[in-house]
């Protein structure tokens, strides 16, 4: 979605839209576009302006399918995000501006009249997709040796491969935390 800035009323304006599957893989780098996809993403916002500094504050939700990077098991990351930008015309000095706007702003840039939302949008779901997906924290994962999925069943490689040893340092880990 992109907003001619000169068009933005004094009081700001508030927005409610949803973007869609397509939209995101054509935002997605190409070698990305099997990893990642969602159905739908609602997002409401407000943007407002003063003297050429635009603030925009709103909040995005959507889930985002991926693959689980231990057991490879298609998975859902769920995504609910606040984001607040401040955005400055792309000409002006950015330290100047940087002394306004307080930490937890996003601060960026604008060009000409025209601010450019999806960009935003898409930076913020973007940021909430952990670098590495894993279907839940307790993810066996495959077995290294014979590929089965650890979740779902269990294999005899793991047991022989694990020093007794280990396993009895291990219980008593477990134990000393207590
Ligand atoms: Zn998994
Ligand atoms: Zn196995």
Redesign the pocket.
């Known amino acids: 979605m992109k907003i001619i800035i000169s068009s933005i009323p004094e009081d700001g304006l508030n927005l409610q839209f949803h973007k869609d599957g397509q939209w995101f893989q054509e935002l997605l780098p190409e070698k990305e576009r099997n990893e990642f996809s969602l159905q739908r993403v609602d997002v409401s916002c407000t943007v407002k302006r003063m003297r050429e500094t635009l603030f925009i504050n709103g909040r995005l939700e959507t889930a985002v399918a991926s693959t689980?990077s231990?057991?490879l098991?298609a998975?859902g990351i769920p995504v609910e995000s606040t984001f607040k930008y401040s955005l400055v015309p792309a000409k002006e000095r950015f330290s100047e501006e940087k002394e306004l706007s307080s930490e937890d702003l996003e601060s960026g840039f604008y060009r000409e009249d025209v601010m450019d939302l999806d960009g935003l949008i898409f930076e913020q779901i973007m940021l909430q997709i952990p670098i590495k997906v894993?279907?839940?924290a307790t993810?066996k994962?495959l077995c290294p040796h014979c590929g089965i999925n650890l979740?779902a069943s269990s294999c005899d490689c793991q047991a022989e491969s694990i020093d007794e040893r280990l396993a009895v340092l291990k219980q008593f880990a477990v134990k000393a935390k207590k």
């Open positions: 689980c231990r057991c098991d998975t894993i279907c839940k993810c994962g979740n």
